[in-house]
């Protein structure tokens, strides 16, 4: 997995504005982008990273609750769907070449691809959770239960994703950034160095993988519950390809890019928020 691609304001100012500005080749070439996110599920994933935003208040000790109808409002701000839209075709422009774009389009645009995205893109926005995790994880209890072999076939899955090492790394890197942008703006006091912090979550990467590895399980479990073994080891197949290996990486880095420079923006936004109780 290559470092996560960091990009500055002025590249994000490009991602929303200079698109206005388009070449007849470059409008080609983003048409093309559009269609990838549409046909592999991706934007519905970038549209789902405004679910987690509940969880940015636990890592300064509060909850989403305590700031009420404010929250909500800074969430959709912040997280707008356009905006982080823009951001992946800025970066997948420069970073997806047409042979991987054709690659993956190819397989997401078969029957056993579009039924996956359709599974995956109902996942990605359930937002009840709790139910999510008890139900995949009741699934996989079933599985070694009656020693299934489809739950070696969802480890394949989840190790062609790179979900275990991207989700790993992501949260690492989006608890930096958040906490940094937090202690700047203010909002909290943060009594050690920015390395400091890196190696207090690198101490803790054990037990965060192998909850990572948990919980990637059940939710694999629970997404692809409808289709058959066979559906399974062929989509474990596509994904283990050398390409769509490149794929899922630049997916990955972009997708986790997002959600850490989303959180920055929170973390200087909740300088102006209060705790509050809606009456």
Do not use: C
């Amino acid at each position: 997995m290559t470092a996560l691609i960091r990009h500055s304001a002025f590249l994000l100012m490009t991602a929303l504005v200079g698109l206005v500005f388009l070449t007849p080749a470059r409008a080609a070439n983003l048409d093309r982008l559009e269609a990838f996110l549409e046909v592999t599920g991706f934007d519905v994933a970038l549209e789902s990273i405004r679910l987690s935003a509940e969880n940015a208040p636990n890592m300064i000790g509060l909850e989403a609750d305590d700031f009420g109808s404010e929250w909500t409002r800074l969430v959709e701000d912040v997280f707008d769907t356009e905006q982080m839209h823009g951001m992946a075709l800025e970066i997948l422009s420069q970073t997806l070449d047409d042979d991987l774009l054709t690659h993956a389009v190819d397989f997401y645009a078969s029957d056993l691809g579009q039924r996956l995205v359709v599974a995956e893109n109902a996942s990605h926005m359930k937002e009840d959770e709790d139910l999510k995790t008890e139900s995949g994880e009741a699934i996989v209890a079933g599985l070694v239960r009656i020693g299934s072999p489809r739950l070696e076939e969802l480890k394949r899955l989840n190790k062609a994703t790179g979900s275990e090492d991207a989700s790993v790394r992501a949260i690492q890197e989006v608890q930096v950034r958040f906490l940094m942008a937090a202690a700047s703006a203010g909002v909290i006091e943060l009594r050690m160095e920015e390395a400091d912090l890196r190696e207090s979550l690198k101490a803790q990467e054990g037990e965060l993988r192998r909850g990572m590895q948990m919980a990637g399980l059940s939710g694999s479990a629970y997404t692809y519950q409808a289709f058959s073994h066979a559906d399974i080891t062929a989509y474990a197949d596509a994904l283990e390809h050398p390409k769509m290996q490149r794929v899922y990486e630049l997916m990955n880095a972009v997708q986790f890019e997002i959600m850490a420079n989303r959180y920055e923006a929170v973390a200087q936004r909740m300088q102006s928020l209060q705790p509050s109780q809606d009456l």
